[in-house]
């Protein structure tokens, strides 16, 4: 009994490997990461603590202060922060948060899916014509080397005149993402092994059939490689984006607020900091699932 | 009988990057007739994929005429007229074994259920009827190739374009393969092929004519009449007349300067 089923195992995943070892591996080795770190954060801490925060090696002292609970508090203060009241009387910080979370999330995500849509154009016009690609793709580019902080506020302002100030996030946040979905995507339709397109040719195969039917499936793994950056690019963008934006809400504003109360209670600043990274994280979770769903023949042979 | 590719003085300088010309080929005339399999054999950078891709259309000669079916080859591509294999299978990795056969027929728009039982009969031709549902890392490479050549077959062209389809095969496989090809093409008497090898053996088993090219610019040196009977099979190897032909198309190839030949 047990020798035939041992039989049929090889076979049954030669013909779907195993999707969810490498996961595993994955979550595994980063619950790892995790635990070293927080064993190094804490361990510094009582470390420069024992040495009364100045360390002193022959003739050199080294100022440890930065370790000490009122510039790097400790981990249990600040998960402890989170069902704490974030202000006098009010909910706890975790509802709190969530709630700016959310906000940010939704700006964030309408900032995705626009600068999603203009860079998978761009890259659509860019890999047909040549003329497009040289004149505008420079301006692509240098518009990433212009920081978003100084666009911000002109953003908000535009758009505030326009009567459309709800947009004025999403629109910041969509300026970080669609530069990596142009340029990833554009590769992407443009790396075609030669004899592939020569077989398009043979059929006399027009533009949009080379697009659909080769182009654009060849460039989706390139595509939600750029889908995961932009992902967390559009948090960041959202955050930075409320901070001159006027909004009451959202985690950028939360960060702003704590970080004015920081001596009073410096846990709660840090609560919000992991609160951001973790949307971030979240957010790029979901696009690697559905790439998992739509680059099937890739994860597959991957594993 | 009607020639169906029709090539008179046919020239082809390919100018590199450095702008040194390369005489790929300098008047090549040849005319093949419906229902015949022509193999072009010789030494490495001769220019028979140079041939077959003017003949296709993917590139244009610099001189010469060239007609494929009585048009003009590009009249002829738009025409749908060949259908090409290329020496890696070039399949799809996205689509599946039977959607990879299909792509010919989407493109040329034929109905849904049409497409799927033509590719179903087109992967039974070359027994790969369990494997429709593949992507193509799970196949082998003559396996691969064999998709390659149902999809190629899948919207029934008159004239098969072959470069070297089994240049990186085994020996056995390639045998089998072989086979193969010859009963598809005996199944359909009036269709072409065109079939370009490194191999002398290959070359004469399957061919009625075997093209022998040399070199530097490249030229046609000889042309071999093939009149082994068939239908042909593991005996037609033992045939004197094989061996005598084999000799035959190596000393040709010798004497157009036959470097990196294999049998
Ligand atoms: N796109 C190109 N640009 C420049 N030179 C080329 C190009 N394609 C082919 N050539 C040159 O033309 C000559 C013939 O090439 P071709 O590929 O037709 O040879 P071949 O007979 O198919 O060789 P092989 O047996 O190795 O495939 C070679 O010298 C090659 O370097
Ligand atoms: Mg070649």
Redesign the pocket.
């Given at each position: 009994m047990a020798a035939a089923s041992e039989r049929i195992e090889p076979n049954a995943r030669a013909e779907r490997p195993p999707r969810d070892s490498s996961g595993m591996r994955t979550l595994l080795s980063s619950i790892l990461i995790i635990a070293a770190l927080c064993l190094l954060w804490e361990g510094l801490k009582n470390f420069s603590k024992s040495v009364d925060y100045a360390l002193t090696v022959g003739e050199t002292t080294i100022d440890l202060s930065l370790f000490n609970d009122t510039q790097l508090p400790h981990l249990g203060d600040i998960l402890g922060a989170f069902s704490e009241p974030s202000q006098r009387n009010g909910p706890p910080l975790y509802a709190m948060l969530l709630e700016n979370a959310l906000y940010t999330l939704w700006a964030a995500v309408r900032g995705f899916f626009i600068g999603g849509a203009i860079g998978f154009i761009l890259a659509i016009l860019f890999a047909h014509s040549r003329l497009l690609q040289r004149g505008l793709l420079p301006y692509v580019v240098a518009s990433q080397t212009v920081p978003i902080l100084a666009i911000a506020p002109m953003v908000v302002i535009w758009m505030g005149r326009a009567g459309a100030l709800e947009w004025s996030v999403p629109i910041i946040a969509a300026y970080l993402t669609f530069f990596p979905v142009t340029i990833y995507t554009l590769r992407g339709l443009t790396s075609i092994p030669p004899t592939a397109l020569e077989l398009m040719q043979s059929y006399a195969a027009g533009w949009w059939d080379i697009l659909v039917k080769l182009r654009l499936p060849n460039a989706l793994p390139q595509i939600f490689t750029a889908l995961k950056i932009s992902a967390t690019a559009s948090v960041v963008g959202a955050i930075i984006g409320e901070l001159p934006s006027g909004i009451q809400t959202g985690l950028g504003i939360a960060i702003l607020n704590f970080s004015r109360y920081y001596n009073q209670s410096p846990p709660r600043l840090f609560a919000t900091i992991l609160m951001a990274g973790l949307l971030g994280i979240l957010f790029f979770a979901v696009i690697a699932g559905v790439e998992r769903l739509v680059v099937r023949w890739r994860a597959e042979a991957a594993s | 009988m009607t020639s169906i590719i029709s090539i008179k003085n046919l020239s082809k300088t390919?100018r590199?990057a450095d702008g040194v010309e390369?005489h790929?080929l300098e008047n090549v005339s040849l005319d093949i007739q419906e229902g015949e399999f022509v193999s072009l054999i010789?030494p490495?950078?001769?220019?028979?994929?140079?041939l077959l891709r003017m003949i296709a259309d993917l590139i244009q000669p610099t001189n010469g005429q060239l007609t494929v079916n009585g048009k003009t080859a590009q009249q002829a591509r738009k025409d749908r007229e060949y259908g090409f294999v290329f020496q890696n299978a070039t399949l799809y990795e996205w689509r599946t074994v039977i959607k990879n056969v299909e792509l010919p027929l989407e493109i040329m728009k034929h109905g849904k259920e049409e497409r799927r039982a033509r590719a179903r009969e087109m992967l039974k031709l070359v027994e790969l009827g369990d494997f429709e549902e593949k992507y193509p890392w799970q196949l082998s490479g003559g396996m691969q190739q064999r998709v390659s050549i149902a999809r190629a077959l899948a919207f029934q062209p008159r004239l098969l374009l072959m470069d070297?389809p089994f240049g990186a095969l085994d020996e056995m496989t390639r045998e089998r393969m072989n086979n193969e090809l010859l009963r598809i093409w005996t199944a359909m008497p009036e269709m072409t092929v065109v079939f370009v090898t490194?191999s002398i053996s290959e070359a004469v088993y399957l061919s009625s004519r075997v093209v022998v090219m040399s070199p530097r610019p490249?030229r046609i040196a000889e042309m071999i009449d093939i009149d082994l009977p068939r239908p042909r099979g593991s005996a037609t190897r033992d045939l004197d007349q094989f061996f005598h032909l084999t000799s035959r198309v190596r000393h040709a190839l010798r004497q157009g300067v036959g470097l990196g030949i294999d049998e």
């Open positions: - | 390919f590199g390369v790929a010789g490495s950078g001769c220019g028979k994929s140079t070297e490194h490249g």
